[in-house]
């Protein structure tokens, strides 16, 4: 079974367009996160969600607008898509952190979005 | 603002032992964490410290030094699979988890 699975693993967009990318665990974590990984491999946190409430927000601009339904999903919403968003978007997601190793973050296989 | 150092790239030889090694400043600290991720693939854990020394999983160690701000993932008995990029990350407080840069690892026979 797929711990924590993205769709879709290639999306390839113009610019100005809108899309989404989706995220589920079955994990039965409490938190997720999405990640930006550049073409230099720069891992990097864009947000984080506690029980469908954001808890982290890094410098993203609000284009990017992500969306908790539920615990086991995190979905993450683009807007307006420009030339610097290609990259590949990973989510994840953990417990929340209680300094014990069982918090570790598990990730999803990736979505490359390409923008032409 | 985090800043996660690590060399950029290795290079080591089957069955050898390799040492990566990460410094960092951050605010906070709330344990280390690496990851190791091949080419197109996602990162998957690998080992994680919070108090200060070694611990050991199987062919995979990781140091840590809180003082010093300093830890290392050491591979023995590297096999050609080892190839991958390797990622030191920090965590600040609940959640945030910050990244190096990564190491990207070769192996050669």
């Known amino acids: 079974d797929t711990a924590v699975s993205q769709t879709p693993k290639y999306l390839v967009t113009q610019m100005g367009n809108d899309k989404s990318i989706k995220c589920e665990q079955n994990l039965g974590h409490d938190t997720m996160y999405w990640y930006k990984q550049d073409s230099k491999k720069f891992l990097k946190i864009m947000f984080s969600y506690n029980n469908k409430e954001l808890i982290i927000n890094e410098t993203v601009p609000n284009r990017f607008s992500p969306k908790s339904p539920d615990k086991a999903h995190l979905n993450l919403h683009i807007n307006s898509l420009e030339l610097g968003d290609s990259a590949v978007y990973f989510c994840?997601?953990?417990?929340?952190?209680?300094?014990?190793?069982?918090?570790?973050?598990?990730f999803g296989p990736g979505t490359r979005l390409t923008v032409l | 603002g985090q800043n996660i150092d690590q060399p950029t790239e290795m290079t080591a030889t089957e069955g050898a032992i390799v040492q990566i090694n990460c410094t960092y400043q951050t605010s906070g600290f709330n344990g280390l964490f690496w990851y190791q991720q091949h080419a197109g693939e996602a990162p998957t854990f690998l080992s994680y410290n919070v108090l200060d020394g070694l611990e050991e999983k199987g062919r995979f160690s990781s140091f840590l030094s809180r003082s010093k701000g300093y830890s290392y993932l050491l591979l023995k008995e590297l096999q050609m699979k080892d190839s991958a990029s390797y990622l030191c990350?920090?965590?600040?407080?609940?959640?945030?988890?910050?990244f190096g840069t990564g190491t990207r690892l070769t192996v050669i026979p």
């Open positions: 990350a920090v965590r600040t407080g609940a959640n945030n988890l910050f």
């Open positions: 994840a997601s953990s417990h929340l952190a209680g300094g014990r190793s069982t918090d570790t973050q598990y």
